[in-house]
């Protein structure tokens, strides 16, 4: 996989999330990949500023996995510093800006979270981000609410604002030269389908797959089918016929 070290496997959580969105990808990669979750979308204020904190926290070279927002800090990352980013996995996220409606929304949201308040907004927001069939699993809902509650109102304010400044990442997308990974789940209304597949279609050689009644929470909702497709896409980027020598 690597040029002359192995790359360090970093993944990279989205808004309102943190370690516990990789459970299980953290158990499944752990024993070869050795994977590190960052956290620098809680400790910078623009999408920029947290890439550029990534890169100076985890040096040498990155194979990136991020979802949603994550996903986003790893575009830019690769952005910043393509040299050292050497494979990209984009799950459930988008390189468009927001538009200026969901703006608008989001503004009001922030105002709710600066106020102290927002109890509604994410109970509500938890049946949006899944997938009906994943309603009715008790446990999977409470660790979605259990990360909402530790992230608190005064970090979604701060990671919403970093979404809502950020900017259309899309031009630069055909300058990616890396190994990338896009999957979204098919019943995502967070970031759509159609998100996924423009940045498939613009990112030169990348992978797309999506996942059957699945929402934006695909990691969560459905480990193992997300589980397969990285442990396959990481073992392809290892070097072909590695063990047979230079021959």
């Not at 510093?81 to 927001?98: C, I």
């Not at 389908?193 to 423009?198: D, F, H, N, Q």
């Amino acid at each position: 996989m690597s040029r002359h070290a192995n790359p360090t496997t970093v993944l990279l959580p989205g808004l309102a999330c943190d370690a516990e969105l990789w459970r299980e990808q953290l158990r499944a990669l752990g024993p070869r990949h050795a994977p590190r979750v960052a956290d620098v979308h809680t400790r910078a204020p623009t999408l920029p500023e947290m890439a550029s904190l990534l890169l100076a926290e985890q040096p040498g070279e990155l194979v990136l996995i991020g979802a949603s927002m994550g996903g986003r800090i790893a575009l830019e990352a690769a952005r910043q510093a393509p040299g050292r980013v050497r494979a990209l996995a984009l799950l459930g996220s988008t390189a468009r800006a927001d538009t200026d409606e969901l703006r608008a929304v989001r503004s009001e949201a922030v105002a709710h979270f600066d106020a102290g308040h927002g109890d509604d907004l994410l109970e509500a927001n938890v049946w949006f981000v899944f997938h009906r069939s994943a309603w009715d699993d008790e446990a999977l809902i409470d660790r979605y609410r259990a990360m909402l509650r530790r992230t608190g109102f005064a970090q979604l304010a701060r990671q919403n604002r970093a979404i809502m400044s950020a900017a259309d990442m899309r031009p630069s997308l055909r300058s990616i030269a890396c190994p990338t990974l896009v999957v979204c789940g098919e019943n995502d209304d967070v970031t759509p389908p159609e998100c996924s597949r423009e940045m498939a279609e613009s990112i030169p050689g990348s992978r797309l797959a999506f996942l059957p009644d699945c929402g934006h929470m695909l990691t969560m909702e459905k480990p193992a089918a997300v589980n397969q497709l990285l442990l396959d896409w990481l073992a392809s980027l290892e070097p072909e016929h590695a063990a047979l020598g230079a021959g």
